[in-house]
């Protein structure tokens, strides 16, 4: 059968009408969103790790590849601190979002306050299954499961790195030898805790559930002293140099020192009288400080290495942190606590393929009061409420960190009866300019030019040209506490034990600066 021309024809407009209609629809409906899918989120914490002591820090001797790699294929943070210097207020301010006079937790021996929120919840009611494996401490010997983690290893205070303590040559506060809490199951540690701790987390990401996005933890007891090296890398080390130089005693008076940090020289916290062993040597402990760091690396390695065998890295976020810095003579002092930089900097690696570009240094200042906020929007989670950090994800991302140029950070710690070497301290960190004031002292404060002076040996409080800068950071310090709820230090019961031991046959007691006598 024939169609006639009229028929043709009106079909023909029928189909190009039609046509006309569908090109239509399609431009102007907006296409439908499809959100990436959440990211999963590996975050390793080592503690006392120092800003420097890595390959790609540039350091002379330290071969840290696995760390080095994470740098080469993401961003190396280079102006990364914490808001206290010490590992519980530390972990704390990371896991809240929050300084330590709002978390509370000031100290090694004081348990966390129940109401306080933990950012992997949220990570928990946004889908997330969660694990923490490694070292809790906040609260002492306390190594309960706590609130946010589906899976839980954990041990007591310090735990220890061999469970037969060989390698030590002296037992640190709250070492225990009573193996790991696994899920509220005590279980006999069998090797080297490093390595335990690494075999733990694979065997979780092994068995984790694979249609939901996951949240690690690994919480390292390394390098926390005493260093203990595994057996495979000790001695790596034996030969090499302190490339970190020790200030005499009348350097340090020169440079117009506070009187507290010339006499902790001479303390359980000081090069003259290092944890009070005589002829400490803290070209030794450096040694083995860094031996104890190459297993930590090759944590590292395994790790990124299994999540590339699963297919799992090209959607994983993993960051590596040190929770607080260490001192190994710089001005005098050894341990950490202090607003110093070789205390309050920290080592910051952000790997996110795809989002964060590869091997480029971001010289944004961050603290560890950000990670949660960080994490949480990477994640596509709700904020947290009340927190001090901000989210530094956006600039991550861009490689843009313009955003936080003329930021700064509020620096605080708490006196402890334990060590009373270092009083209360607040500062304001992260500037050009670093202004640290002491609390409850007759002794003077501290301004230092970090970029004429990186190691912090010029105290230029008392200089007249620098007038404007102390009242201005002064000010910029009290506003910082008050706007953040810190006009009130927290005070806690006595714990622990106490070292204020000096040695007689080393430096002396520091006198008063001549500022303080009259008619000077």
């Known amino acids: 059968m024939t169609m006639d021309a009229s028929t043709t024809q009106s079909r023909t407009r029928f189909v190009i009408g039609f046509l006309s209609l569908l090109v239509t629809v399609c431009l102007c409906t907006p296409p439908t969103a499809t959100a990436d899918p959440q990211p999963n989120i590996l975050f390793i914490l080592c503690d006392d790790h120092r800003f420097d002591c890595l390959g790609a820090a540039g350091h002379p001797f330290l071969e840290t590849p696995h760390l080095d790699a994470m740098a080469h294929d993401g961003a190396m943070l280079r102006r990364a601190y914490v808001t206290t210097s010490l590992c519980s207020p530390s972990r704390a301010s990371i896991l809240t979002g929050q300084y330590a006079h709002n978390h509370r937790v000031v100290d090694n021996y004081h348990a966390v306050d129940p109401n306080l929120v933990f950012f992997p919840q949220t990570l928990q009611a946004a889908g997330y299954q969660t694990a923490f494996i490694g070292k809790w401490h906040m609260g002492g010997d306390i190594d309960d499961p706590q609130r946010g983690f589906d899976h839980w290893v954990s041990f007591r205070g310090q735990g220890t790195y061999w469970?037969?303590?060989?390698?030590?040559?002296?037992?640190?506060?709250?070492?225990?030898?009573?193996?790991?809490?696994?899920?509220?199951?005590?279980?006999?540690?069998?090797?080297?805790?490093?390595?335990?701790?690494?075999?733990?987390?694979?065997?979780?990401?092994?068995?984790?559930?694979?249609?939901?996005?996951?949240?690690?933890?690994?919480?390292?007891?390394?390098?926390?002293?005493?260093?203990?090296?595994?057996?495979?890398?000790?001695?790596?080390?034996?030969?090499?140099?302190?490339?970190?130089?020790?200030?005499?005693?009348?350097?340090?008076?020169?440079?117009?020192?506070?009187?507290?940090?010339?006499n902790q020289r001479n303390s359980r916290h000081g090069v003259d009288f290092g944890y009070n062993l005589p002829g400490f040597s803290p070209e030794v402990y450096y040694r083995r400080y860094c031996e104890s760091l190459l297993a930590v690396d090759d944590s590292v390695g395994r790790l990124r290495e299994f999540l590339k065998q699963q297919q799992l890295d090209q959607n994983t976020i993993v960051v590596y942190m040190g929770d607080n810095g260490f001192q190994f003579g710089d001005h005098g002092l050894i341990d950490k606590r202090t607003a110093y930089e070789a205390s309050a900097k920290v080592p910051l690696l952000v790997v996110a393929p795809g989002k964060v570009p590869a091997g480029v240094p971001f010289d944004g200042l961050v603290g560890n009061i950000d990670i949660a906020p960080t994490l949480l929007e990477a994640a596509q989670a709700p904020k947290l409420e009340n927190i001090n950090g901000r989210s530094v994800w956006q600039a991550l991302c861009s490689g843009d960190a313009s955003s936080l140029n003329d930021r700064t950070l509020l620096y605080e710690y708490y006196w402890e009866r334990n060590y009373p070497h270092t009083p209360t301290l607040h500062a304001v960190i992260g500037g050009r300019f670093k202004y640290i004031r002491c609390h409850g002292l007759w002794d003077r404060d501290e301004l230092y030019d970090l970029e004429s002076d990186p190691a912090e040996m010029q105290n230029l409080i008392h200089d007249p040209r620098y007038a404007e800068h102390v009242e201005s950071l002064n000010q910029q310090l009290w506003k910082r506490l008050k706007n953040s709820t810190g006009m009130e230090m927290p005070l806690l019961e006595d714990h622990g034990p106490r070292f204020p031991l000096r040695d007689a046959n080393q430096s002396p007691q520091a006198t008063f600066p001549k500022q303080y006598f009259s008619g000077q």
């Open 163 to 262: 469970p037969d303590g060989h390698g030590t040559t002296r037992e640190v506060p709250q070492t225990t030898y009573d193996g790991f809490n696994v899920n509220g199951k005590r279980v006999p540690q069998r090797g080297y805790i490093t390595d335990e701790l690494t075999d733990y987390s694979l065997d979780w990401l092994t068995d984790r559930d694979p249609d939901k996005p996951f949240f690690l933890y690994v919480s390292h007891k390394a390098v926390h002293a005493d260093f203990v090296p595994a057996d495979r890398h000790r001695g790596r080390y034996d030969n090499e140099a302190l490339p970190i130089e020790i200030p005499t005693i009348e350097a340090m008076a020169a440079g117009n020192k506070p009187m507290w940090v010339r």
